[in-house]
Structures are given as C-alpha cells and as structure tokens.
C-alpha cells in the first residue's frame, strides 16, 4: 500500500504503539500464547510514520519485517511488554495498545524442560497478567507520567456476541480514551489483511470503519487521535 499522500498531522508527536502477541513461558521450550499475527500494529506503525510520528512500536513475537522509520522493542512475556510499554509510555502523546497479552501466566516457569512422566500430567497453575491498558490510565490519573501524558490512550478488544455492549463495558472499565472494537470469528482479524470495527470513545461518539485493508482501520484511529492532540 502506499503510504504517501498522507496528512503530517502527528509531525512531532511522539507514538507507543504494541503489536503481536505475548508468550508465557511454562519451561525453556514450551509457552502459552495466542494467534495474533500483528499486522493490525505493523498498519499502525507504518501509518503513523507516514503521518509525521516519532513512532516506538513494542513488538512481541512477531514474524514482520521492521518498519522503516519506528524504533522497535522486542519482546516475549506481558511483564517485559508492560516494562517496555511503560517506559516509552513517559513522554508519549498516545499510546495505542494493539497487542494481544496473555490474561494469565502460568504461576511457575521451569527451569527444566518438563519430562513426560508414567502418572498422568500435573495441572498448570495460573496467575493472573498486569493489566497494561487499565495500568496506563490509572498511572496517567495518578499524575505518574510526564504532565498531562500521554494525551491519548487507545486500547483493541475482539468481541464476540454482544459486541458493542461489551465494548463499551470494557472502554468504561479500562479507563481509556479509544477503544477500537471488532467481531471476531467468521475468518475475520485473526491473521487477515482486513479488519472491520467501530471506534468507541470516551466522549460517548462512535465511528464505523467498514471491512478493508488494517490500513484503514489504523487511518481511522490516528484521525481520532490527531483530532485529540490538536
Ligand atoms: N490488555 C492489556 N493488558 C492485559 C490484557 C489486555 O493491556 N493484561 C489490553 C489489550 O492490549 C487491548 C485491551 O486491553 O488493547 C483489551 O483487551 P481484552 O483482552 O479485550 O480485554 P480484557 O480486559 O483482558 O477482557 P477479556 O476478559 O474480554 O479478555
Ligand atoms: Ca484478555
């Protein structure tokens, strides 16, 4: 796709984008993890590059190429994205949170490969995950970023049944300023070029992006948020 002809509209303004999805460790070789491939957060990154943004994407176990002009944090596990997302979330502008992290980790990490043993196999205990997207809006309320920072906080959440009432549930709980949410099942987001959503804000306003490239859809958030910025 090409990225030209784009408005500079976030020209110096600096971007936190996450992308991919994590992976909890259970010993040296296995983990637990999930299908999100990260292109929706690869769209965002090249699109607000293409826009004008100082872009930091954080991206967890992704199979991407690099895009040019972000600087880009890899990671593995919720708690080394919460780390780096944090951290780069100090004197952001907006932070826009695309990546899928793991809801809970298992509450211990072998140091050993686990042996397959003659009895049957021991449970996998779990611990629950920090809650990144919830955390940045409470630490930006506790005044624990850089004055009035970052300015916007967006979040994604794949829905199913009810999925706007549950959007809107969730943007309320997670104290976040954008939530862009989508169906899923049905061959839809989970690995394809395209996505559909609506767009929930915390001013009550909602924006329809229909079905197409997750160019799109990311064109669609950042308008919302060089709208908040401006
Ligand atoms: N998120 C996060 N930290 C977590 C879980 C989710 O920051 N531990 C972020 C995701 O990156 C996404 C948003 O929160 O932007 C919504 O994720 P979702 O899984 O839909 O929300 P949950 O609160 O985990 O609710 P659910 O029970 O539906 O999984
Ligand atoms: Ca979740």
């Known amino acids: 796709r090409v990225m030209a002809g784009r408005p500079r509209d976030l020209a110096g303004r600096k971007v936190v984008i996450s992308a991919g999805g994590t992976r909890e460790a259970l010993d040296p070789v296995r983990y637990l993890g999930n299908r999100s491939s990260g292109l929706q957060g690869y769209a965002l990154a090249r699109t607000a590059v293409a826009r ?6 954080v991206a967890a176990n992704v199979s991407l190429g690099d895009p040019a002009g972000a600087k880009v944090i890899r990671v593995e596990s919720a708690v080394e994205l919460r ?12 932070v826009v949170m695309a990546a899928a992290v793991a809801d809970f980790r298992p509450a211990v990490r072998h140091d050993s490969k686990i042996k397959k043993t003659s009895g ?5 205990e779990l611990v629950k995950n920090p809650d990144i997207l919830a955390e940045l809006g409470e ?8 004055p009035a920072r970052p300015a916007v906080i967006a979040g994604f959440a794949a829905e199913t049944d009810d999925v706007l009432a549950n959007g809107k549930a969730k943007l309320a709980r997670k104290g976040c300023d954008l939530l862009v949410v989508n ?19 915390a001013d009550g306003s909602q924006v329809e992006v229909p079905r197409g490239p997750k160019e799109d859809l990311a064109d669609a958030v950042w ?3 060089a709208a908040r910025l401006s």
């Open 52 to 57: 004008g943004a100082e872009v930091t994407l």
């Open 223 to 225: 308008d919302l948020v």
């Open 83 to 94: 780390d780096a997302v944090l951290s780069a979330a100090a004197d952001a502008d907006a």
């Open 183 to 201: 169906q899923v099942g049905e061959g839809l987001a989970f690995g394809t070029p395209d996505n559909a959503a609506t767009i929930l804000a």
């Open 120 to 124: 049957e196999p021991e449970p996998i």
């Open 139 to 146: 630490r930006r309320r506790a005044g624990a970023f850089a």
